[in-house]
């Protein structure tokens, strides 16, 4: 079935510590991809997206992700994470490239961070 | 620029009363989508509408929920009768122009909905 995969459910890292969050996804044309956060109390924020080009694409608080077609997955990255960073974090995809506004998120990841 | 606006921010009524979930989306979007996420599980789509015509309404669970969105300004959810599995968080997001995957969607902060 068509999916959205984000395999960690809770991660924990220290602050100052690198972070890596997972997302692979199971439809067969390259989607339009997104991050999206959720801080306690907030709605949804947009991290970052890619919908073609450069397969490195930077977002707000200094978060990246890259798009790998042969590994089909779209992983979250910072290099030094601060406390403000926890928060629960979403991969979310536009099934395929000019389809029709309907996400489909991944489960999310929940982001704790020790100082 | 104020952004997608939800309301009650939470909601603890009995199985069989009834809840209205509204939603105002940034002004000028004609685009407002509503989704749901049950408890830990993924986000998912109910509904968008253009404007005050349903666009796409596939995701809605089943004829216990009703949405609305008359003049094409905000929008309400109603679910009734609530049962257990209603219970989950309700989520509106906004875009402005077409339903095209590149418009961006602005999500607000979300309205918990508690079924005892």
């Known amino acids: 079935a068509q999916s959205v995969t984000q395999p960690d459910i809770h991660i924990t890292v220290s602050e100052g510590a690198s972070l890596e969050l997972r997302c692979n996804y199971s439809y067969g044309a390259t989607p339009y991809l997104f991050w999206y956060v959720q801080s306690p109390g907030q709605g949804l924020q947009l991290l970052l997206k890619y919908f073609s080009g450069d397969t490195l694409v930077q977002g707000i608080k200094g978060f990246e992700a890259e798009f790998k077609r042969s590994q089909s997955s779209f992983n979250l990255r910072k290099p030094s994470v601060h406390w403000s960073d926890a928060a629960e974090y979403f991969c979310a995809v536009v099934p395929f490239s000019g389809g029709y506004n309907k996400l489909i998120f991944g489960a999310g990841t929940r982001l704790a961070v020790h100082p | 620029e104020a952004g997608v606006t939800q309301f009650p921010s939470h909601s603890v009524i009995e199985k069989g009363q009834t809840v209205t979930l509204r939603c105002d989306p940034i002004?000028?979007?004609?685009?407002l989508y509503w989704y749901r996420r049950v408890m830990g599980k993924e986000i998912k789509f109910l509904l968008h509408?253009?404007?005050?015509?349903?666009?796409?309404e596939s995701g809605m669970p089943n004829n216990r929920f009703l949405a609305e969105r008359t003049g094409g300004t905000y929008s309400t959810l109603k679910v009734q009768p609530a049962e257990l599995e209603d219970s989950g968080v309700y989520f509106c997001?906004?875009?402005?122009?077409?339903?095209?995957?590149?418009?961006?969607?602005?999500f607000g902060a979300g309205s918990r909905l508690t079924v005892l």
């Open positions: 002004s000028g979007h004609d685009n």
């Open positions: 509408f253009v404007k005050e015509s349903k666009q796409d």
């Open positions: 997001a906004s875009s402005w122009g077409g339903a095209s995957g590149a418009n961006v969607l602005t």
